[in-house]
């Protein structure tokens, strides 16, 4: 069984309150944040670098376009894994990214005559 399930199933003491945050404080059960967190493409680390560059190149007027984004971020994950096969991010992880960041605004550059 997982963790969450066998905390439900064992007996408490009275002390202890019956809601499931409770709950997994007292069984040590681990938070999802922190399972998300494992599961992201970038580490958080190199998500705020990588996020701060597109701020950046941004700012000295040379935006990066959402096309270019999967590509930087795969070139960085690939110098986390020498040996390990990485795959790249996924068709909506810059749409994510952006989610997460809402320092990062979108803008729609139009054509110049």
Partial sequence: ?????????QSLPMSVRR?????AEYSDVPISRTTAQRQQYLTPSEELAFVRHIIKSAALRFPLRIKDIPSLAFSIARRRFATKAIKPPNKNW?????KRHPELVRRNNMAMD
Wanted: aromatic share 6%; net charge negative; no cysteine.
């Fill in 19 to 23: 809601t499931y945050t409770a709950l």
């Fill in 1 to 9: 069984m997982d963790p969450a399930s066998l905390a439900l199933a």
């Fill in 94 to 98: 810059p749409q994510a990214l952006a």
